[in-house]
């Protein structure tokens, strides 16, 4: 089954306290991103990857890092996490990055920062 | 930079019919996509326009017309099911290769 899964589905952390989302997909995409979503503010791209070690920032990625080393995963990694990154994390992959590809979201994390 | 404005609010009865607007301003203007997201769940594609016109995918169909920088989703004969809410994104060939999605619309249909 075509998918894109990510881990975990729900964190609670505290501040400063290093974590990694992971994400994996199993189509082949090239393209791979994240998003954060937040209340009234729709989804916006943290980072993206248009393949292996090729990867370049959104409109939000300061605090965040991510790595493309294999086509499959594009983990997130948040190195001192604070609270204003509480919020709910979409990993997302395509074929390409024209927008006519369709974008298969992961079912998301529900990251709480204290 | 890019911004999209979107009604933050519908509401409609099963059967009819619903227009869901969205503005766009944005320097390289690429492409226009509709998500829909249910509460809980995770965005799932629609559809797309890259010209201007309309775009018919069963119930769905979308509009865009660039001079106006402005599309529509048109959702028909609305059933329950459809109560989410919907996202129009644009690729901005100007800002490298990412996505800016709209802050959403949500949809209600009410029996």
């Known amino acids: 089954e075509a998918q894109v899964t990510q881990n975990p589905r729900y964190l609670i952390t505290v501040t400063g306290k290093k974590l990694t989302v992971t994400c994996s997909q199993n189509?082949?995409?090239?393209?791979m991103s994240w998003y954060r979503q937040d209340p009234g503010l729709g989804l916006r791209q943290i980072y993206y990857?248009?393949?292996?070690?090729?990867?370049d920032k959104g409109d939000v990625p300061e605090g965040y890092k991510v790595s493309r080393k294999e086509k499959r995963n594009f983990p997130l990694i948040l190195e001192s996490p604070s609270p204003n990154q509480t919020s709910l994390y979409f990993c997302?992959?395509?074929?390409?990055?024209?927008?006519?590809?369709?974008?298969?979201f992961g079912p998301g994390t529900r990251l709480l920062v204290l | 930079g890019q911004s999209l404005e979107q009604p933050s609010e519908v509401t409609a009865v099963e059967g009819a019919i619903v227009q869901i607007n969205c503005t766009y301003q944005?320097?390289?203007?690429?492409?226009l996509s509709w998500y829909q997201q249910h509460d809980g769940g995770a965005p799932t594609f629609l559809s797309y326009?890259?010209?201007?016109g309309l775009e018919e995918t069963g119930r769905f169909s979308s509009f865009l017309s660039r001079s106006d920088s402005y599309g529509y989703l048109l959702l028909q004969e609305l059933q329950m099911k459809d109560s989410a809410s919907y996202f129009c994104?644009?690729?901005?060939?100007?800002?490298?290769?990412?996505?800016?999605f709209g802050p959403g619309t949500r949809l209600s249909v009410l029996p």
């Open positions: 997302a992959s395509s074929l390409s990055n024209s927008g006519r590809e369709t974008q298969y």
């Open positions: 994104a644009v690729r901005d060939s100007n800002y490298g290769q990412n996505f800016v």
């Open positions: 990857s248009m393949n292996v070690e090729v990867t």
């Open positions: 326009n890259a010209l201007d």
């Open positions: 944005t320097s390289g203007f690429y492409g």
């Open positions: 189509m082949n995409h090239e393209y």
